[in-house]
């Protein structure tokens, strides 16, 4: 089981693979060291601070490169071409800050960490064979400790190196990676982050003039906007200027370094941002030069836990530093610089490079196609429950069309010459197997090698189970409203009566079956008619209904009026009959129609379901005899399901409303409301298809010309209408998965 490090354990677990090292440091093929480490003193000096003495058996060329670390505070310092003479590994001190020395060695270097109390400044200052490190920590805050500086292999003393090239490109995961081809492998490197920027220092190392320059890599769309390379201090200095959250690793191959600077995807659930790159290992730091890659991975072992077993084939060494990245990371890069490949089984890692492992495997496909082949065969029963034995030998044959008939033992079985090159491909049977099967038990017989039948019986096992129902309900609605309102009147003159004679004014209508007329004396008659206008006189004269007859000069009256007020007026001195009718109508009428079909079907499979009338009508035939067709009419639902796996239902519907429409001449117009399309819907829940809203305004003008413009007057000569009718269709669906375990009471 891997190892679950905190944050503190993993910066405790580089001082421990340190240790590891020590174990194969010998097999290591690397040159032998020249200097020795022979004790180490600590001194207590005024004001809490401390000096160690580093007392070596030749001096130093330069002071070693050295970085802190702020949880758990330490300082670090790699003195290279250095054994460790002291006899001890650990030297416990307990004065000030400084809580113990740790001392391992590694190859030809010596690696010293200091353990601390808590952070602290250091100096460091060389007198002859002696090595001093001032700790200082006067009363005052200390200084933030300087980000760990990633020393990735230590420089050659007294030797020139070169930087030859730098490129900047853009990786497949958004990060920029700035690559610096270097002119060997002994160029020492230290990476540090300074403040909202990265540094690389190149010690003793010179950069050509020619590569001094600033890239502007902004249009790569990666955190990174600009690289400076300079010469900083008679060295050569890279400065990295990103933007936004990112993070940043680098790894050193030879005589090539990347650094890599990713966008930080920050995750709510993870207390450590960063790592989005796939890798989940625990971290850890690599810091070697020229070592056998077989040691390596044997540091990797031990620290993850992990069996990793290397083939004899793997060969080689590495110059490889890696700070605190995962640990599979960090093998990805290692194998990726050597050629190599691993495989996974369980605990155990193997190794070894890409083209063994396609031997292998290619080895093993050979031998199982040659037992194949010689492997004699057995005939094994297969009863079907739910699935159709034509059909499932169809699928094991890769295609083809079944020819199950109604023989109790049909099929045939796979010979050369059955089904077709692309069936052959597909199907699941050897080249060496039949099967045939009995519709009347649905039952098949295979036979094939024992590993086939296997591989059957497990598909058997996923295929041959009851397919789940759904029903489905639809709901359509149409809702109309309509409304007319007309105005109109009758207009006429007549001449009645003789000279001299009295004016009588009459009124009558038909409101409530009544009427009431009103003389010029002031009596007033009332009676009862059935709808019609009435007309009364005085004095002999007789005067005309208007009822449409010729006395009326206008007649624009309302069809089927509810209502109406007429008016007769006697004029004296010419004997003229006026005669006036107004007439009504208003009506208001809604209505709703709720259609809900529904079906039950099988998952994938289609259903409909109908109800309407076939309207019959004529059409003329070629000999010119006329013959009866029919139309349909008629409310449908049409729809094939699917279940998703997270219990929602993918369906793809036809919903059809149709009512007869008007008879021409041709035949019967048929009113069709319809919607086609595919949707998403979860189990119980309802969707809406969709909604047809429809209406329509009408206003019209009946009138005599001239006379029907007139104000006031001009409404005895025309006729209004109004006319708004309004429909809305609305299509609503829910699904329901049918649970096939209830059971009836």
């Not at 990713?262 to 941002?273: A, E, G, M, S, W």
């Not at 409310?635 to 429409?661: A, N």
Request: hydrophobic share 40%.
């Amino acid at each position: 089981m891997m190892k679950k490090l905190t944050f503190f354990a993993a910066r405790v677990a580089l001082f421990s693979m340190a240790m590891a090292v020590q174990c194969w440091a010998g097999a290591a093929e690397m040159p032998a060291a020249t200097n020795q480490l022979q004790a180490v003193d600590v001194t207590t000096l005024p004001g809490g601070r401390l000096n160690v003495q580093l007392k070596m058996t030749q001096p130093l060329p330069a002071a070693p490169a050295s970085f802190t670390l702020s949880n758990p505070p330490r300082i670090v310092f790699d003195i290279p071409r250095t054994s460790n003479a002291t006899g001890k590994s650990v030297i416990a001190v307990n004065q000030g800050a400084l809580k113990s020395i740790q001392v391992a060695q590694a190859s030809d270097r010596s690696r010293l960490v200091l353990n601390l109390t808590k952070p602290v400044q250091h100096q460091l200052q060389l007198q002859a064979q002696t090595l001093m490190i001032a700790l200082a920590q006067e009363g005052s805050e200390p200084a933030a400790p300087v980000a760990a500086a990633k020393r990735f292999s230590e420089p050659a003393v007294e030797a020139a190196h070169r930087i030859r090239n730098i490129d900047f490109v853009r990786g497949k995961n958004g990060e920029g990676r700035i690559l610096v081809e270097l002119s060997d492998s002994h160029v020492g490197v230290n990476v540090r982050n300074a403040g909202k920027t990265v540094v690389v220092d190149f010690t003793n190392t010179d950069l050509p003039e020619s590569l001094q320059r600033r890239l502007n890599v902004i249009n790569f769309n990666t955190p990174v906007m600009y690289v400076d390379a300079l010469n900083h201090n008679h060295q050569a200095q890279l400065v990295i200027e990103p933007q936004g959250d990112w993070e940043q690793s680098a790894y050193q191959t030879d005589r090539k370094l990347v650094v890599d600077i990713r966008p930080l995807v920050k995750d709510p659930n993870k207390l450590i941002q960063g790592s989005k790159q796939g890798y989940a290992g625990e971290k850890l730091s690599l810091n070697f030069q020229r070592v056998d890659v077989r040691d390596v991975l044997k540091v990797i072992a031990d620290f993850t836990g992990k069996n990793i077993v290397v083939s004899d084939s793997v060969a080689g060494s590495v110059t490889i530093g890696l700070k605190d990245v995962p640990w599979d990371q960090a093998l990805d890069v290692i194998m990726q610089s050597k050629g190599l490949d691993m495989r996974v089984n369980g605990s155990v890692i193997s190794v070894a490079p890409a083209e063994e492992f396609a031997a292998k495997e290619k080895a093993q496909l050979t031998a199982e196609a040659e037992r194949e082949t010689l492997e004699s065969l057995r005939t094994e029963v297969f009863s079907l429950k739910y699935q159709k034995a034509a059909d499932f030998r169809n699928m094991l044959l890769g295609g083809g069309t079944s020819t199950a008939g109604g023989s109790s033992m049909s099929g045939a079985s796979m010979g050369g010459s059955m089904g077709s090159a692309s069936g052959r491909l597909n199907r699941i049977l050897s080249p060496r197997g039949s099967v045939t099967f009995d519709a009347r038990t649905n039952t098949i017989f295979v036979q094939d090698t024992p590993r086939k039948l296997e591989e059957i019986q497990t598909i058997i096992n996923k295929v041959d189970v009851a397919v789940k129902q759904v029903m489905i309900e639809s709901r359509m609605v149409i809702a109309s409203n309509t409304f007319s309102k007309a105005l109109g009147a009758r207009f006429g003159i007549t001449q009645t009566g003789t000279p001299g004679s009295n004016t009588n004014l009459t009124v009558s209508g038909s409101l409530g079956n009544r009427f009431t007329e009103i003389s010029s004396t002031g009596v007033a008659t009332q009676g009862t008619h059935n709808g019609s206008i009435q007309t009364a006189s005085t004095g002999g004269s007789t005067l005309t209904s208007s009822d449409g007859q010729p006395d009326l000069m206008s007649n624009l009256p309302v069809t089927n009026a509810y209502g109406g007020i007429a008016l007769s007026l006697l004029k004296l001195s010419a004997n003229m009959l006026l005669n006036l009718e107004l007439s009504a109508l208003e009506a208001d009428s809604r209505g709703k129609v709720i259609s809900s079909p529904r079906v039950t079907t099988a998952n994938q499979q289609k259903a409909r379901i109908a109800q309407g009338v076939e309207i019959p009508y004529q059409t003329a035939t070629s000999s010119g005899a006329t013959a009866v067709s029919f139309k349909k009419a008629e409310l449908s639902l049409e729809v094939t399901p699917q279940i998703t796996p997270d219990q929602k239902i993918i369906m793809d519907l036809d919903v059809r409303k149709d009512t007869k429409g008007e008879e021409t001449s041709g035949g019967v117009a048929i009113n069709t409301q319809n919607v086609q399309t595919q949707v998403l819907v979860g189990n119980g829940e309802t969707v809406v298809l969709g909604g047809i809203y429809e209406q329509v305004s009408r206003k019209g003008t009946d009138k005599v010309p001239f006379f029907g413009d007139l104000p006031v007057v001009g409404y005895a000569f025309k006729r209004n209408t109004k006319q708004e009718d309004k429909t809305e269709l609305l299509i609503f669906i829910t699904p329901k998965v049918m649970d096939e375990t209830l059971a009836l009471n």
